[in-house]
């Protein structure tokens, strides 16, 4: 058994854009519901979503026969569960809160076995195939999306650098962070904070890498689309939930004069 291309790390790298969703909701049931709606990539939330290592085996296991692509976040930079987390199938990494070229080499280096890194070896475990794939040691470092999320101002000032590293397939931008460093906490759809991401991004697409982000506005994500992005979250599951439990509600105290 040969080991499957990372459908999602070749869609970016041959410039083909993206749809995802984010998946924070830490359940294998309810990443399967929005599996089977045929997003290109997922992303599986470990920093601001109670899930754990459990969790997430679930829904990895949940989201794989559907042809979703999952990315985890871990919920932080940390070399032990990067390497736990690749062990158990994850397709790649969104690494949060990358700061300087140095953090972008130490999630690279978490992501590739010796002598190009430092992930640990082990034998029969399910990114293998429990030992039925043949070349993964040979292909798993090509194979592994490594992308990083700059979400500071001086961040966002080395983006050019950060996604140059070798090793980052591409460059995440995450508006809320941003916003929130610039002094404009839960303002991340102001024009201040996307004048400030977008010539940051361009300057990435101009050299090829990869750029992509999360909004919850399906027209701004078109635009960004429109724009060059290459991997643009539409949506998260908790969000369409959350909408759609109170716009039915809504509809029903309407149509039957039920106040709150």
């Not at 854009?17 to 909701?25: A, D, E, F, H, K």
């Not at 460093?181 to 940051?200: F, K, Q, T, Y």
């Not at 697409?205 to 078109?222: H, K, N, Q, S």
Request: some cysteine; hydrophobic content about 45%.
């Amino acid at each position: 058994m040969r080991m499957q291309a990372n459908a999602f790390l070749t869609a970016i790298r041959e410039g083909r854009q993206q749809i995802g969703l984010w998946v924070s909701m830490s359940s294998n049931y309810a990443a399967e519901v929005v599996a089977s709606a045929g997003y290109d990539w997922l992303l599986v939330d470990m920093e601001h979503a109670p899930s754990d290592m459990s969790t997430v085996l679930g829904q990895l296991q949940a989201i794989a026969p559907h042809g979703s692509t999952a990315i985890v976040r871990p919920p932080w930079n940390d070399t032990v569960m990067v390497k736990r987390l690749l062990d158990v199938g994850a397709p790649g990494l969104l690494f949060p809160m990358v700061q300087s070229v140095e953090e972008a080499q130490a999630a690279v280096a978490a992501c590739r076995y010796p002598p190009n890194g430092v992930r640990g070896v082990a034998g029969s475990i399910r990114a293998n195939n429990f030992g039925r794939i043949t070349d993964y040691y040979a292909n798993a470092d090509d194979q592994t999306a490594v992308i990083v999320q700059v979400e500071t101002q001086s961040a966002v000032a080395q983006a050019l650098e950060i996604g140059q590293v070798d090793g980052v397939d591409g460059v995440f931008f995450g508006p809320a962070d941003i916003a929130a460093d610039m002094g404009m906490l839960g303002r991340h759809m102001s024009d201040e904070v996307w004048n400030l991401i977008l010539p940051a991004a361009r300057n990435l697409m101009d050299a090829g890498i990869p750029v992509g982000t999360l909004v919850t506005d399906p027209a701004f994500a078109t635009k960004l689309l429109a724009e060059g992005f290459t991997f643009v979250a539409c949506g998260t599951d908790t969000n369409l939930l959350a909408k759609g439990a109170d716009a039915l509600l809504a509809q029903m105290r309407a149509a039957t004069g039920k106040e709150n």
